[in-house]
């Protein structure tokens, strides 16, 4: 059996009595209870077994050294009580093949571990987001993600306008980012429908998570009951209920409405703003921020799915006075119609001055390979790799801590593709 990159060889089903899996404490309080309410019965039927069981055994102990008769005794006691208790355990959990019996052992010391793993509050939005959730959720299941509600685009647009919800696209994606990648349900929460009339554009999860928010009153309830559905690990928040709208003010002094429109409006961005500007955050995501150990900005669009958390400003506070590490992952190349030309202290600086508070970021974590294949595609878009400009991070008092972010994902039909 395998429960992580080393291979434990262990008997079977004796994984079971592996530490961290809080089973072996069971065990002993059922034994225990097992033999008091025996002892119980004897007295109260006037029974005499205990006797005649130790008379028997002191008649064994004089051809046998006693040790060895209470070492089987033992022995055989715990074979037949563990044989006992686990067929109880797999016939409750109706689990009947070997295979399944492995899967359940495994997921159940995965989750032990993970429970005990660091508290982490990620905050963003867009892809950048639930990709880095897939990867934080190997580590822990105490995870917080807080999403940005300001997308008014594509499919999650449409719902906002039409039925008054806030948009769910990039809850859906952290749910699903959450959930397990390879399980059917997974799939048909990200599945989207082509050529329907009606349905064009829609992903089954937004629509499902629009119906739960009618039916349970609001989107809250709806991400928590849809995450039950897929058993995610950790938990998915709207950064706020506020029916938040963003706008951007131009360098040339126009002013752009709406989230969708401002990359492409071919304009240099001055000041990111959301209308109300009062928007207040859920009570969950104070709390979390409060408790982390540890609280990720990013990656993702600077000013469509990062900063529009920290117009918040009740949550900016927070992120601030937290005692929580917090690290902003940077972006690898720049956005158009966002950060042209941006180097990564331009893109700190630029959180610092929406969040309005100057400890919302401990360090930084910025990508040190960039493959050669990639660059040409990334610069045909309009998209050029992100500086590391030291001394200006220096400057900031933040550190630098650098990391190979891309990983070249090998196939079986023997085509790659790099993953973020």
Known sequence: MKLNKFSIKIPKDAGWLLPGLNV???????????????????????????????????????TLPPEIIGWFLIGVGALFFFIGWLNTNYSILDVSN???????LEDLYRRRKL??????VAIGG???????????????????????VGDDGGSSGKLREELGVLPPGDIRSCIAALAD????????????????????????????ITAMCAITGNMVNAVQESSKVLSIRGRVLPSTLDDMRLSAEMEDGS??????????????????FSEPDNCKPLKEAIIAIHDADLIILGPGSLYTSVIPNLLIKELSKAVNDSNAKK???????????????????????????????????????VNTELPQELIVPYKD????????????????????????????????????????
């Open 24 to 62: 072996k404490r069971w065990f002993i309080l059922i034994i225990t209870g097992a033999v008091l309410a025996a002892v119980g019965l004897c007295i109260i039927t006037n029974l005499r077994p205990v006797y005649t069981l130790i008379k028997m055994i002191m008649r064994l102990t004089q």
């Open 98 to 104: 070997e295979r399944n019996r492995h899967a359940v």
């Open 115 to 120: 429970n005990r793993g660091p508290k982490i």
């Open 126 to 148: 867009g892809t950048g987001l639930s990709t880095m959730l897939k990867g934080i959720k190997k580590i822990t299941n105490n995870i917080t993600a807080i999403v940005t």
């Open 181 to 208: 990648d390879e399980d059917l349900v997974t799939k048909l929460f990200q599945y989207r429908f082509k050529d329907c009339a009606g349905l064009s554009g829609h992903s089954f999860g937004n629509l499902f």
């Open 255 to 272: 002013i752009i409405r709406g989230e969708s429109n401002i990359p492409e409006s071919g304009k240099k961005i001055k000041r990111l």
């Open 327 to 365: 690290i902003y992952v940077c972006n690898i190349m720049t956005q158009p119609g966002e950060t042209d030309g941006f180097t990564v202290s331009d893109h700190i600086k630029t959180l610092i001055k929406h969040a309005q508070y100057n400890k919302i970021i401990d360090a930084v974590l």
């Open 381 to 420: 878009a309009g998209s050029v790799p992100v500086v590391v400009d030291r001394e200006e991070i220096q400057k900031l008092n933040i550190e630098i801590v650098q990391k190979n972010l891309m990983e070249d994902k090998r196939f079986e039909d023997g085509h790659s593709d790099w993953l973020v």
